[in-house]
């Protein structure tokens, strides 16, 4: 746990989150900017910084989470396809230092298909309302 990681203060619960799924090592949650409706962040609940780092038991175990979030995420809101995304330090577009996966719904003509092919991060997107991420994350827990 690093006391400056935004992430694992909502891990610990000193920062608030719309959380989607919670077990002993895993936590899923909505992400503040999301690419597009639905958008889910999954994290391992220890603080790994990037892939180089975390352990494959951890990853294994994240990564079956992640697959379950992404068919909760394609049901609840209806998504054509999903996007999965890993970024691994500054320059490749990680902006918080805790490993963490995106998973994004994506629907034909939506603002990442026309990011997608200049491979940019997923920054810069309009930050949502809580009420709006907790009733998506409402959804998608009913789908898990």
Known sequence: MSGSCNFCK????????????EDDNVLAF??????????TLVIPKEHWETIYDISEKVLSNLFAVVKRISVAVKKAVGAEGVSILQFNGRVAGQSVMHFHVHVIPRFRGDVM?????????PTGFEKAERK??????R??????
Not at 10 to 21: D, L, Q, R, T
Not at 30 to 39: E, I, R, T, Y
Not at 139 to 144: A, D, E, G, S
């Open 10 to 21: 909502i891990v610990s619960g000193e920062n608030p989150a719309s959380i989607v799924y």
């Open 132 to 137: 709006d991420l907790d009733k998506i994350a």
């Open 30 to 39: 909505m992400d503040l900017h999301p690419a597009n409706v639905g958008h």
């Open 113 to 121: 298909s026309k990011l997608m092919g200049a491979m940019l991060g």
């Open 139 to 144: 959804k998608i827990r009913r789908n898990l």
